[in-house]
């Protein structure tokens, strides 16, 4: 029996060919530091752990890629442990990456994403395959598609309580629950440094001590619970929408 959501990683070739879908989940995070408490790998976690309950909350095939691990992090270059490539980079190496999946008939992507600073280049990088590849790709980003205060009553923050939650849901052996109250002393309250609705900051080191923005203790597993298990309807939604869409795109118009 060939399962719903198949691990790229863990499956065989032979395995892949049985697959009767053109739908693929991409997880797309960063290696960057989030606090005392958390992981560098927080991002690429969270944005794995979404893509394989998604598939799962989806119920049909669907293939899962390997997890993109290093993003668009310079922001936080003054901890140690981050990893960050050019914008460039980046939509070049995850363009190719994912339009590598086209030939072999996954031609329906979607990027899961787990960390903000990919955002804008992982919409530009679907766009371009879009219009000039074989294949219809479109983002998402975990906590854009989720009503964190609905499910937890928090913002998003930067290691604080809604990405520590969903570690506590889906990886809590990665956490340092003794450094919880350092993580909290040592966060800030909000992202940047503002002025004119203009943020001054360019570095997450110029805002927050510690590279924490919430407060982690805020929330519990149950909270995590909750907001994976939100993210992963609304991606099996997604899937469902683009399992059905027409990926065509528009004829040139003539007066």
Same mark, same amino acid.
Not at 131 to 144: M, N, S
């Given at each position: 029996?060939?399962?719903?959501?198949?691990?790229? *990683?863990?499956?065989?070739?032979?395995?892949?060919?049985?697959?009767?879908?053109?739908?693929?989940?991409? =997880?797309?995070?960063? *290696?960057?530091?989030?606090?005392?408490?958390?992981?560098?790998?927080?991002?690429?976690?969270?944005?794995?752990?979404?893509?394989?309950? @998604?598939?799962?909350?989806?119920?049909?095939?669907?293939?899962?890629?390997?997890?993109? =691990?290093?993003? #668009?992090?310079?922001?936080?270059?003054?901890?140690?442990? *981050?990893?960050?490539?050019?914008?460039?980079?980046?939509?070049?190496?995850?363009?190719?990456?994912?339009?590598?999946?086209?030939?072999? /008939?996954?031609?329906?992507?979607?990027?899961?994403?787990?960390?903000?600073?990919?955002?804008?280049?992982?919409?530009?990088?679907?766009?371009? #395959?879009?219009?000039?590849?074989?294949?219809?790709?479109? =983002?998402?980003?975990?906590? +854009?598609?989720?009503?964190?205060?609905?499910?937890?009553?928090?913002?998003? /923050?930067?290691? @604080?309580?809604?990405?520590?939650?969903?570690?506590?849901?889906?990886?809590?052996?990665?956490?340092?629950?003794?450094?919880?109250?350092?993580?909290?002393?040592?966060?800030? +309250?909000?992202? @940047?440094?503002?002025?004119?609705?203009?943020?001054?900051?360019?570095?997450?080191?110029?805002? *927050?001590?510690?590279?924490?923005?919430?407060?982690?203790?805020?929330?519990?597993?149950?909270?995590?619970?909750?907001?994976?298990?939100?993210?992963? +309807?609304?991606?099996?939604?997604?899937?469902?929408? #683009?399992?059905?869409? +027409?990926?065509?795109? =528009?004829?040139?118009?003539?007066?």
């Amino acid at each position: 029996m060939v399962p719903v959501g198949m691990d790229l *990683t863990e499956a065989s070739w032979t395995d892949v060919a049985d697959l009767e879908t053109s739908l693929a989940l991409v =997880p797309v995070g960063s *290696t960057e530091q989030h606090g005392p408490h958390a992981p560098l790998g927080t991002d690429a976690m969270t944005a794995e752990a979404v893509a394989h309950a @998604g598939a799962d909350a989806y119920g049909g095939q669907v293939a899962v890629a390997p997890t993109l =691990p290093v993003g #668009i992090s310079e922001e936080h270059r003054q901890f140690p442990g *981050t990893m960050w490539v050019s914008e460039d980079t980046f939509r070049r190496y995850v363009r190719e990456a994912a339009t590598s999946l086209a030939p072999h /008939g996954f031609d329906r992507l979607v990027f899961v994403n787990g960390h903000g600073g990919n955002s804008a280049a992982l919409r530009e990088v679907a766009g371009t #395959i879009t219009r000039h590849e074989d294949a219809y790709a479109v =983002p998402f980003t975990w906590f +854009d598609a989720v009503d964190l205060e609905k499910h937890a009553n928090v913002r998003m /923050g930067h290691a @604080g309580p809604a990405e520590t939650a969903l570690l506590r849901a889906a990886r809590p052996e990665t956490l340092k629950e003794d450094r919880m109250e350092e993580a909290q002393s040592g966060a800030s +309250d909000g992202w @940047g440094e503002w002025s004119q609705r203009v943020n001054l900051a360019f570095d997450t080191a110029e805002f *927050t001590e510690n590279g924490v923005v919430g407060d982690p203790t805020e929330t519990d597993t149950a909270d995590g619970e909750a907001l994976l298990a939100a993210a992963a +309807d609304a991606l099996a939604a997604l899937l469902e929408t #683009i399992a059905e869409r +027409d990926p065509s795109r =528009p004829p040139r118009k003539d007066t």
